[in-house]
């Protein structure tokens, strides 16, 4: 992500960012079942010697691959936080934090959610989780088309609708495997269209008036979503022994609806920073 606004020409570079996150998801469909595998057929340790090889392979592909010169604005540490004072990015780290726990107080039990709550069978599991996979992949390119449309994040409301009428159904759902499965489906599809739309707007702010900050800026995406996932996750495991498994679900809804104001709020500071460069120029 630091290097994206180096390696790609600005009209590509949001399909670049949308396959950079797409490798996350690719990375889940097929290092989870191999690791699964490795360890039922071998020994969990071994999972992790691979992961380690894997890692050792993968830096010295970056040591050669990456660009060596990038330009960028020497600045303190105190010139680079003035980026964090801009309602046009505080506004957007509590979207990304808030939009990542709304995924994540359900997703940390999804296998639960697939097995007991729906029925299926732990012997499908891996499958359901491969085709989970596979519509985390569109939906990382879903990102991707939005986010080369102007004004990508103006579009971005309808989807925060349906995830809180998706979420709201999903304990009635569950009652059917078929039912449950397609409303997780329809979840995976669009809870993350965000990610691309996101990551080019902190990019963008960065270039255009906080050229000290760029890298900084280019991480707080991966930042704050971590900081979600921490917040959905402890938001679902003490959800489960308050409302039960089957209703967690309705903290994602909540998470969900906090994250639809911060994308109004992010609307409305964009338009009254355009509404002033306009004001400006006139």
Known sequence: MTFASTIAPRDKRASLVSWIFAGFSIA????????????TSYNWRYTFFGISIITILTFILLVFL????????????KNQLTLLLDPRIYFGIALVLFTAATMYAYYTYIRPLLTVAMGFSITSLNWLLFIIGIMSILSNRLSGVIAEKP??????????IVDIAMLLLLPVGLLNKFSGMAIILILTLIVTVLNSPIQLHFLNIAETDYPQSLVLASSLNSIFFNFGISLGSATASSLVSVIGLDRISLGAAGYAAISLGFLYLLNKALKAKAASISQVLK
Request: glycine fraction near 6%; aromatic fraction near 8%; charged fraction near 15%.
């Open 28 to 39: 889940s469909v097929f290092g989870v079942p191999i690791g699964v595998a490795i360890s």
């Open 66 to 77: 990456l660009p060596k010169n990038v330009k960028q604005t020497q600045s303190s540490i």
């Open 151 to 160: 004004n990508s994040l103006k579009r971005l409301p309808k989807f925060y």
